[in-house]
């Protein structure tokens, strides 16, 4: 199976993340007060992405393939903030590649958990955020990641 830069986040891991990581910076975090929502942003360089491919027969993605994907997620100014890990399996349909990912990601004030499933496009993915703890016990809302050409971005947006 050839490396995906996708979060399929392969976000991570693409199956949940190590504890660890400070507190977000403030230009990392935006909250709104009225319906306390929060949009945390942080990048994983793709030279920081560990990541286990198990590749079935036939060679190449193919169906019953698992990626295992996990990171440190830096906030804006480099630092360590927390981190991230995801499962992903592919399931080969006709000429659709599809994928089943679940994943999570740990930060200072809690752990959010994150699962999507649909065609693997090599683009944006994004994730629905399935539960959390800590800060985030009532979370609900997306993990959207972004590969570029050094780095995965990510958005979380959370919203309860």
């Known amino acids: 199976m050839s ?3 996708s979060l399929p986040l392969a ?3 693409c199956a949940g993340l190590a504890a660890g990581g400070g507190a977000l910076a403030a230009a990392d975090t935006a909250t709104t007060a009225r319906t306390h929502a929060q949009t945390i942003r942080g990048s994983i360089p793709f030279r920081d992405l560990g990541m286990k491919q198990i590749d079935t027969k036939p060679r ?10 996990f990171a440190a997620l830096n906030g804006r100014s480099g630092r360590r903030e927390g981190y991230l890990m995801q499962a992903c399996d592919l399931a080969r349909l006709h000429k659709l590649l599809l994928t089943s990912c679940a994943g999570g990601i740990q930060l200072a004030r809690g752990r ?4 999507s499933a649909g065609v693997e496009a090599g683009n944006d993915s994004t994730y629905a955020i399935t539960g959390g703890t800590g ?11 972004h590969p570029a050409r050094t780095a995965i971005f990510v958005t979380i947006r959370v919203a309860g």
């Not at 190449?60 to 994907?69: F, I, Y």
């Not at 800060?135 to 990641?145: D, F, L, P, Q």
């Open 3 to 5: 490396r995906s830069r």
């Open 60 to 69: 190449g993605p193919s169906s019953g393939d698992r990626a295992l994907d």
């Open 135 to 145: 800060a985030y016990a009532t979370a609900r809302g997306t993990v959207v990641s």
């Open 112 to 115: 959010l958990t994150f699962a």
């Open 11 to 13: 976000l991570a891991t």
